[in-house]
């Protein structure tokens, strides 16, 4: 009688184990792009399945949990950013700008009050832009985007230092100038198109509102300023004095 031809053996019992390995390290790491793991417990995990693809797999979780945490940090990368984000933004970039001995920002209940000294935008006398001011101004209209719809009002305040202590400014020159620079700042950002037009108001007092003496050079530049002050929608309405209560109270 014929010999039956014995049947072909099947796949190695190692085909089908890989596969099962493969597809058990796929499952961990989706676990793992929505979950947190502790990276020790994870590489022992990695060995226990496949010594051969450790390093692999562990510089694929760090790379990820880097990513993560880069992500979490760059807030200032965000698209839309809330009202209260606002002011943390802004002191981080005017540090990266370098302009913080120039620069005080404040935050109150509803506000965020920022006072640039004179020499950021303007020259002497003039009221025209510089470009370091246009700089600055490019970096706040940046954030301002992010935040334009949380925001009820922008205002920018235009202010002179009396020259002499002893002799006030000519009151034409002295009005012009300080209505000249806010005018020059809130063209500039709504030129940007960040915001829009109707929040943007435009102030200049002269040099009707120190916030230092006139007798000292530094007291006369703290004086010439521009003010932006930017209000929450629904704040609660204060007057410019109110403001400075609260902003100027320990300067």
């Not at 190695?12 to 961990?28: A, E, H, I, N, P």
């Not at 990513?67 to 943390?88: C, H, R, S």
């Not at 709504?190 to 120190?210: A, H, M, T």
């Amino acid at each position: 009688m014929k010999r039956k031809k014995a049947p072909e053996e099947g796949a190695s019992w190692m085909d089908t184990y890989g596969d099962m390995v493969t597809l058990l390290l796929c499952f961990f790491v989706l676990l793992y792009s929505i979950s947190s793991v502790d990276e020790v417990k994870w590489k022992a995990l990695v060995k226990s399945l496949n010594a051969g693809t450790e390093q692999e797999v562990t510089e694929l979780v760090m790379k990820s949990s880097q990513n993560a945490g880069e992500a979490a940090e760059d807030t200032d990368k965000k698209e839309n950013l809330t009202f209260d984000e606002l002011y943390t933004i802004l002191k981080k970039s005017v540090k990266e700008i370098g302009i913080e001995d120039q620069t005080e920002i404040s935050k109150g209940d509803g506000f965020t009050f920022i006072s640039f000294r004179d020499k950021i935008f303007f020259d002497g006398d003039s009221s025209y832009l510089k470009k370091e001011g246009e700089a600055v101004l490019d970096e706040f209209a940046k954030v301002l985007k992010k935040v334009s719809s949380h925001v009820q009002e922008v205002q920018i305040i235009g202010h002179t230092s009396q020259g002499d202590p002893d002799i006030p400014n000519n009151v034409r020159n002295d009005r012009t100038l300080s209505a000249l620079r806010s005018m020059e700042v809130t063209v500039y950002l709504q030129e940007k198109n960040v915001i829009s037009p109707d929040k943007l108001v435009s102030v200049s007092y002269g040099q009707f509102r120190p916030i230092a003496t006139f007798k000292t050079k530094e007291g006369r530049a703290r004086n010439r300023r521009v003010e932006i002050l930017i209000t929450e929608n629904n704040a609660v309405a204060k007057n410019l004095q109110q403001y400075y209560e609260e902003v100027y109270k320990e300067k």
